[in-house]
């Protein structure tokens, strides 16, 4: 017979997830609201990147913005790439 009882791993698991989610959470926060305050549009964030807008905003701000978050969040963090244009596209899944 199958045992229907959670075992200390799952349980140990799905709390490690909840809580890997909830910092990941307070950091997107985070760093919307530091990057709002240097008044550039946060466009678009998920896991592990994010994108930025400002018009007329040199390079030299945009890495402003990348050594004030860095430091402020304590993660390390690159300027991988300067785009004039960004299309992001609906996920056919939600249409």
């Given at each position: ?8 791993i ?39 990147s ?46």
């Amino acid at each position: 017979m199958e045992r229907l009882v959670p075992s200390r791993i799952d349980l140990l698991t799905v709390l490690t997830f909840e809580e890997i989610n909830e910092i990941s959470c307070e950091v997107l926060i985070k760093t919307k609201d530091i990057v709002q305050s240097l008044s550039f549009e946060l466009v678009y964030a998920d896991t592990d990147s994010a994108f930025l807008k400002k018009n007329g905003a040199s390079i030299d701000e945009y890495e402003n913005v990348k050594e004030t978050l860095a430091k402020e969040i304590g993660l390390p963090i690159s300027v991988e790439h300067h785009c004039k244009f960004l299309v992001l596209l609906p996920n056919t899944d939600d249409i």
